[in-house]
């Protein structure tokens, strides 16, 4: 079954507010929405994105930002911020391209 068939918005909606969901379903849920969610889903979880991201890590900054208004970060700035090497995050953010399908996302790391 396609990722894309596996959900659909209102199971995706309810796994999210779930208390007792696995950790992992709950990301795939999320991870659903994003790539096909409605757009004003995607949003409210794109700015809790940003919000979560500059508490947690107040001292990276954005290199620029995308079309949509999305911070984009320097690869090396976000692996550092995370305690990563640089090619460690590469290959984590290369699988989760390719897991994803290549669906044209904002970019969000260059």
């Known amino acids: 079954m396609d990722f894309r068939d596996k959900w659909n918005t209102e199971m995706a909606v309810a796994i999210l507010a779930s208390e ?8 795939e849920a999320v ?3 994003l790539l096909y969610g409605p757009a004003e889903v995607r949003h409210v979880l794109v700015q809790a994105s940003i919000a979560a991201t500059s508490r947690q890590f107040p001292d990276l ?19 550092a911020a995370l305690g990563l090497p640089v090619e460690e995050l590469a ?9 994803d399908d290549g669906r044209e996302r904002s ?3 260059h």
Do not use: H, K, M, N
Not at 20 to 27: F, G, I, N, R
Not at 68 to 74: I, L, M, Q
């Open 91 to 99: 290959e984590v953010i290369e699988q989760t391209e390719r897991r």
């Open 31 to 33: 991870r659903w929405l």
């Open 20 to 27: 007792s969901v696995a950790a992992d379903t709950w990301v």
């Open 61 to 79: 900054v954005p290199t620029s930002y995308s079309p949509g208004g999305e911070p984009v970060y320097a690869l090396e700035s976000l692996a």
């Open 107 to 109: 970019p969000t790391v």
